[in-house]
């Protein structure tokens, strides 16, 4: 090393650095002798002042997405971003790619619901190809966690147009299909005594086409092989005329039913059909509306904004109809005017609307009481009865008669009891 430094062709030696005592001194080469000027550590930079970093997103494999991120602004209003979670990571890339999930049987509750959600923000139950599927992971494991109410009042369009998602809902608790005009011989009636709404308790099917024909399809599992509705509490069949004496018949089979609207139907003596729902359904007939079918169900579980995708889907397609009314004013403009002849009801059928305008049913708390005040109950009914119309027929008589006396009966057998 001394060679070096007498030496004129000496490599250009840097400073050098000694510490002792827990300081650091400069060596200075051309003195040969040791600075005393004690140096003070300078504050390290990771970058230089001119370094900028630029986020760039891999576009063939992540679709050009910024969500693995989280941007926020400091005090000063600078932009910082920060790195989600791996939980959240890998919930975001199941939630894209859930159609080709196996099962999520076995998978905790809570996993599910965060799993769910994920999709739906994603539309992946609105997809026509791989919607069903990935919505059928999720029913067959969690059942009735994915939608408990579903209520499809007036949203037929809804129903022919995602009939087989609708059908893969477990373990439903009440359905809404009111003013549907299914028919009695619609896919979904069928599904609906199978095993799988087996859980069913409300059922409200008003106005929908039904017949005598469409409730003995509908309640042949119950009244053969004891399955299917066998758990239906209330069940509204309001509104359809083709329902006659003989579909009530059908219904008897519901051993647990509580609630029962047949208004609007086509049964031709109410009378007996009174008489037969209270004797062998236990069934009291209610002089004013229940509550119970007021029709205010809203649906609930997981798929609550699923469904309401699948109404907004349907709503889109249906809008260019709505350029109609431009020719309707135009018509209405050059005066012609579309024709609005109301159809002419007969006095008979005005008769018979007016018979089974209210025929609704519930089951007493107390199915049993005393036969004195029955009896009282009914007397004054007769009096009242007769002078109001001091002029009836002696054929409604007769009918009244007829079925005070067969309540009479009804009750002196629960009395004995």
Not at 106 to 112: A, D, K, L, M, N
Not at 190 to 202: A, D, G, M, V
Not at 263 to 287: F, H, K, T, V, W
Request: proline letters at 4%.
């Amino acid at each position: 090393m001394s060679c070096y430094l007498h030496t004129e062709n000496s490599p250009d030696m840097e400073s050098v650095y000694i510490q002792e005592n827990g300081q650091l001194y400069r060596l200075n080469p051309a003195s040969g002798g040791v600075n005393d000027h004690i140096l003070k550590p300078k504050p390290s930079r990771l970058f230089s002042k001119g370094f900028s970093v630029e986020l760039c997103m891999n576009k063939e494999n992540d679709n050009g997405r910024t969500d693995h991120f989280i941007f926020t602004y400091t005090k000063e209003g600078n932009l910082r971003y920060s790195a989600k979670s791996l939980f959240s990571l890998v919930l975001s890339y199941i939630a894209d790619n859930i159609h080709h999930v196996d099962s999520l049987i076995g998978f905790p509750e809570q996993i599910g619901e965060k799993l769910f959600h994920a999709a739906d923000a994603r539309q992946k139950f609105t997809e026509p190809r791989t919607g069903l599927r990935a919505l059928q992971k999720f029913t067959d494991a969690y059942g009735s966690l994915v939608l408990q109410i579903l209520c499809l009042k007036d949203r037929y369009l809804v129903i022919s147009e995602k009939l087989e998602e609708i059908k893969s809902f477990r373990d439903l608790t009440c359905l809404d299909l009111s003013c549907c005009k299914l028919g009695d011989d619609h896919e979904l009636l069928e599904h609906i005594t199978k095993e799988t709404l087996s859980s069913l308790i409300r059922l409200l099917l008003k106005d929908n086409c039904l017949s005598d024909a469409g409730l003995r399809k509908m309640t042949a599992p119950v009244r053969v092989m004891k399955r299917g509705l066998e758990n239906l509490s209330v069940l509204d069949l309001s509104c359809n005329p083709r329902i006659t004496n003989k579909g009530v018949g059908f219904l008897l089979s519901f051993k647990k039913l509580n609630y029962l609207d047949l208004s609007g139907s086509g049964i031709e003596d109410p009378m007996a059909a009174i008489q037969r729902i209270q004797i062998q359904i236990g069934l009291s007939y209610s002089e004013v509306p229940l509550k119970e079918f007021d029709h205010n169900c809203k649906t609930e579980g997981w798929a609550e904004h699923t469904v309401l995708q699948w109404q907004h889907i349907v709503q889109e397609r249906i809008k260019p109809q709505r350029n109609l009314k431009s020719r309707a004013a135009a018509q209405h403009f050059y005066g012609k005017r579309a024709r609005t002849e109301e159809p002419c009801a007969s006095p008979l059928e005005r008769g018979h609307r007016k018979s089974c305008e209210n025929l609704q049913f519930y089951k007493r708390r107390a199915q049993v009481c005393s036969l004195p005040l029955l009896k009282n109950k009914i007397e004054d009914n007769e009096e009242l009865q007769n002078k109001r119309t001091p002029s009836a027929e002696p054929k409604e008589q007769s009918l009244k008669t007829k079925h005070l006396g067969l309540l009479m009966e009804d009750w002196d057998l629960l009395n004995s009891y």
